[in-house]
């Protein structure tokens, strides 16, 4: 009988993950598999929650160990997009006027930005990146790189144009720290691909605004529903500030793997 896949307590995914930051390849050990197992059954974050089993620990592992390998692979466009632009900056300071990068899409087809992130993706289904912005901390589609300047710090800054935006909301922002591969939203059928202690892109919205930031998943509550609709909750805290919410799966997107 196969062993059913258990929602870990954020308390347990973090020990994972420092595990296996610190073990690797070691921690899908029976021996470390196991000692995992009992300790997070007779833990205190697991009264009444069903017991652990070394199986799902290891279960646990073994698709982390996946992923990051998955993720080596995937990003190589994104790490060669980078080395472009330190190749041509020759590790020397350039003004906003030089190293001209071509668009990433037809500027003619951008979104507004009220729509949502679903639709924006549908329409726009070609954009590869998104940046973040320095104004509201929230993350947009880039619909092109306009210039790139290096720093003396060696850091390089790409001066960015938002899908949706005109010239007068273009920024600069960090290459390193600001520029990512876009997130995806998920169809209803896709889930159970979020887990707790996941990093996502989750919608957030006010009487002042209503934007898409990072936040962490701290719990799941998982419902049945049809490949059409999902009814499961997500319990989220929004890295800006700390605040969490209970939002659906239209209001998240998940990172690449």
Known sequence: METEAPEFTLAEVLEMESVYKEKGEESLSEKCCQELATKFSSSAHRIGKASIQCKQVESWFDE?????????????????????????????????????????TDTSSRR??????????????DLRYEALSAKDGAWFDVASFLNYRVLYSGEIEVR?????????????VNMRKSVRE???????????????????????????????????I???????????ACNCIFLVRFDYDNTEAKVDLTQVCCRPT
């Open 112 to 125: 507004t930005p009220n729509k949502s992130k679903a639709e924006r993706v549908a329409e726009l289904s």
């Open 218 to 228: 701290l719990e799941i509550e998982r419902n049945i529903h049809d490949a059409e």
């Open 64 to 104: 982390k160990h996946n992923r990051m390998a998955a993720k080596d692979t995937q990003h190589t466009s994104f790490k060669a997009f980078v080395s472009s632009l330190r190749n041509k900056a020759s590790g020397s300071f350039l003004p906003a006027t030089s190293g001209q990068v071509v668009p990433l």
């Open 182 to 216: 876009r997130s995806i939203p998920l169809e209803p059928s896709e889930c159970d691909k979020i887990k707790v202690g996941d990093l996502v892109l989750c919608y957030r919205a006010n009487a002042d605004h209503a934007l898409y930031s990072d936040a962490h």
């Open 160 to 172: 960015v144009r938002f899908s949706g935006f005109n010239h007068d909301e273009d920024e600069w």
